[in-house]
């Protein structure tokens, strides 16, 4: 299909008034709570050309105030997309090898008027006709149907394509579907990369981190998870963009305007194939997460803010965004968890939006080429832009499994998302992001005899960081954790220079003194990006 054509004045002002009623619709929501929250006595954040920042039509301009209460209301309850298997994203990553999935958009009392616009390029949303078991339904008592979803998401498909700067090449096809067909598609994804046994152990290994209850079933927090927080997502094998029939209509364009945002993405970087495993390289995975997440959002967020764009966001935003989301306590029974799925529409955003600012949206497509590495370059912007690689580490598990009397049976990386969402639970955002943010390289090996469901592995990582400065301050917040978190009378939390050990669930029979020298004796700290 041809490139969407430049509209003239008339059609960009038409467009920026509907997507004002949408933005002015969700402001009412936030009851005049602040967005970023900050101290009474503090100074409102500062724009570029000098004056504070208010909301208006849901762009942050100069006045007082905040803006993104929406967007991250948005966030919180959304659950991200499953990327195949990760660790410690386990649940993250092992669901869903199909899904791209958005969630709730804030409540707003007034929905977004259907476009009245004649398309722009050739229409490119119909209707589905590979949806999964339940997923139609012509019409619910929200009186949501998918006449209406396919007519949003036209409208808003072909805008966000010129807010982005790419073509519309092919057709994106749109469906309703309901709870269970949600959870249902889900349960039938869950396992096209990931075997049960697989999916299970890595919950073991995030039990044994303290990332979810010991007893925890990981298909069934992951369904669950899903089948209540999901609101629409996008399938790239059917190209299919599914919106929940229960969403109310004031909700609706946030939603479509998220998801249809991935089927663009689709016609040109081929979701499909950046579903493919990144066996034991769990980093790399949330790394294309952030990637692909983030740029969605920014595409969107773009599209609310009209002709501005991205630079109608204070950068501040962006820092409370995603300091927000480290912050999110009592919202989830597996709230780190629930960190490590908002991160990627907070952190991830901001990279790209920086991104954008600094270098035009070419550079975002520039990376679907050569994709990030770790999610450190997707939590700084410099260090994406310099490439900057991860320290090559690996630990030998020969004299460890003889201490443990248990076979090493994963072999996988944590990254700086993850132990920034670790950190969240027991220090404040800022300290969190400090501890985390030296990170270098790090390398895990997990231990079990037995029968996965009894009992939990003995989970031994280690971890190189930029300066001995850097590895001071991940001890530190590390043994907060450790402390409040898992059990120090079953860990073991140990620094040499620049290299941090941490060993959890070790049994009483293992010598803690001689688990710790086989683990330092077998550790081999490599350059940058190659093994030394």
Request: one cysteine or more; a negative charge; aromatic letters at 6%.
């Amino acid at each position: 299909m041809p490139a969407v054509p430049e509209r003239g004045k008339a059609g960009r002002a038409d467009a920026s008034r509907r997507r004002l009623a949408h933005s002015d619709a969700t402001e009412r929501t936030s009851g005049g709570r602040e967005f970023p929250p900050r101290p009474a006595d503090a100074e409102a954040p500062r724009s570029p050309g000098g004056g504070s920042w208010r909301r208006s039509g849901g762009v942050a301009r100069p006045a007082t105030g905040g803006y993104a209460t929406a967007v991250f209301a948005a966030a919180r309850r959304r659950s991200v997309r499953a990327w195949l298997p990760t660790l410690p994203h386990a649940l993250t990553g092992a669901l869903l090898g199909a899904l791209v999935i958005s969630g709730c958009a804030p409540r707003s009392p007034n929905p977004t008027p259907p476009s009245t616009e004649p398309p722009v390029a050739t229409p490119s949303v119909v209707a589905s006709s590979a949806a999964p078991a339940r997923a139609t339904k012509p019409r619910t008592s929200s009186g949501l149907d998918g006449a209406r979803v396919r007519a949003q998401a036209l409208s808003i498909l072909a805008e966000l394509a010129q807010t982005r700067e790419l073509p519309l090449t092919r057709e994106v096809h749109v469906d309703v579907i309901d709870r269970p067909g949600i959870r249902g598609f889900a349960k039938s994804s869950l396992y096209e990369d990931t075997t049960p046994e697989e999916l299970l152990l890595l919950g073991k290994i995030e039990a044994s981190l303290g990332i979810l209850p010991p007893d925890a079933d990981p298909e069934t927090v992951l369904l669950d998870m899903l089948e209540e927080g999901v609101l629409g997502f996008y399938d790239p094998k059917r190209r299919t963009l599914f919106v929940g029939d229960f969403v109310p209509r004031p909700m609706l364009s946030m939603v479509v305007g998220h998801e249809i945002a991935h089927g663009l993405q689709d016609m040109h970087f081929d979701l499909e194939r950046h579903q493919e495993p990144l066996r034991n390289r769990a980093d790399a995975e949330s790394a294309r997460r952030f990637l692909i997440e983030g740029e969605a959002q920014a595409t969107y967020l773009a599209w609310v803010s009209g002709d501005v764009g991205l630079a109608a966001i204070d950068d501040s935003v962006w820092q409370a965004m995603g300091d927000q989301v480290l912050e999110l306590s009592g919202v989830s029974p597996y709230p780190i968890l629930a960190r490590s799925l908002q991160m990627p529409y907070a952190d991830g955003t901001a990279t790209i939006a920086r991104l954008v600012l600094a270098r035009g949206w070419a550079a975002v497509t520039e990376l679907y080429t050569r994709l990030p590495e770790t999610t450190e370059q997707m939590l700084h912007l410099d260090k994406l832009l310099a490439r900057e690689p991860a320290i090559e580490l690996t630990l030998a598990a020969e004299g460890l499994e003889t201490l443990l009397a248990k076979p090493s049976i994963w072999r996988d990386q944590v990254g700086e998302a993850t132990w920034l969402a670790m950190l969240a639970e027991v220090e404040s955002a800022s300290v969190a992001r400090r501890c985390a943010a030296g990170w270098g390289g790090d390398t895990l090996l997990a231990f079990h005899q037995g029968e996965l469901r009894d009992g939990l592995p003995t989970v031994v990582v280690a971890s190189h960081w930029d300066s001995d400065e850097d590895a001071r301050d991940f001890e530190r917040c590390t043994r907060r954790y450790v402390e409040k978190v898992i059990d120090p009378a079953t860990s073991l939390l140990e620094r040499r220079g620049r290299s941090v050990l941490l060993a959890t669930q070790i049994p009483e029979t293992t010598d803690r003194v001689a688990l710790a020298k086989a683990a330092w004796q077998g550790l081999r700290v490599g350059s940058a990006g190659g093994t030394g």
